[in-house]
Nanobody, 116 residues
Framework: QVQLVESGGGLVQPGGSLRLSCAAS????????MRWYRQGPGKERELVAT????????NYADSVKDRFTISRDNVKNTVSLQMNNLKPEDTAVYYC?????????WGQGTQVTVSS
């Protein structure tokens, strides 16, 4: 049974930091591209960060570049998103996504709220 379970969301003040984690099981994690998406209130889901299966390549949305860092551990089957200098516009439900040709899996999401 495929599972992607996110954790680490919560309420944080502007300028603060959070670290999201996603634990994967039920598939061969190391061959999947991993992504973090988010969906803010009244907004469409957007791609935030991508990491290649080996971890050697990473890409970010312009809105989070230099503030967010995606990483993965192919032994522990986890992917993380370190979020620094958070802004109110980062408020969203954050989703973990695994992609390979012909297959795609989603987590249930974790809420991040940035507010004073």
């Amino acid at each position: 049974q495929v599972q992607l379970v996110e954790s680490g969301g919560g309420l944080v003040q502007p300028g603060g930091s959070l670290r999201l984690s996603c634990a994967a099981s039920g598939f061969t994690f190391s061959i999947y591209l991993m992504r973090w998406y988010r969906q803010g209130p009244g907004k469409e889901r957007e791609l935030v960060a991508t990491i290649s299966n080996s971890g050697g390549s990473r890409n970010y949305a312009d809105s989070v570049k230099d503030r967010f860092t995606i990483s993965r551990d192919n032994v522990k089957n986890t992917v993380s998103l370190q979020m620094n200098n958070l802004k109110p516009e980062d408020t969203a439900v954050y989703y973990c996504n695994a992609w390979n040709i012909g297959r795609e899996y989603w987590g249930q999401g974790t809420q991040v709220t940035v507010s004073s």
